[in-house]
């Protein structure tokens, strides 16, 4: 059983394949991060073009 255990402890056929599923889960979860970020960047983007776009069309409309 100990023979058993030893080896299983010291094999290393398979721990490329997690450390490569470990590096695409953290890229996965940074892009996630970014676009969620840009999310609410784009929003405000938009809110604050609305708004000037809003005002130039009430002062075109006084003219």
Same mark, same amino acid.
């Given at each position: 059983?100990?023979?058993?255990?030893?080896?299983?402890?010291?094999?290393? %056929? &398979?721990?490329?394949?997690?450390?490569?599923?470990?590096?695409?889960?953290? $890229?996965?979860?940074?892009?996630?991060?970014?676009?969620?970020?840009? &999310?609410? %960047?784009?929003? &405000?983007?938009?809110? %604050? %073009?609305?708004? $000037?776009?809003?005002?130039?069309?009430? $002062?075109?409309?006084?003219?």
């Amino acid at each position: 059983m100990t023979n058993i255990l030893k080896s299983f402890w010291l094999e290393e %056929t &398979g721990q490329d394949l997690i450390e490569y599923a470990l590096l695409l889960a953290f $890229v996965a979860l940074a892009a996630a991060a970014i676009f969620i970020q840009a &999310g609410a %960047t784009l929003k &405000g983007i938009w809110s %604050t %073009t609305n708004l $000037v776009l809003s005002n130039a069309n009430s $002062v075109a409309a006084t003219s």
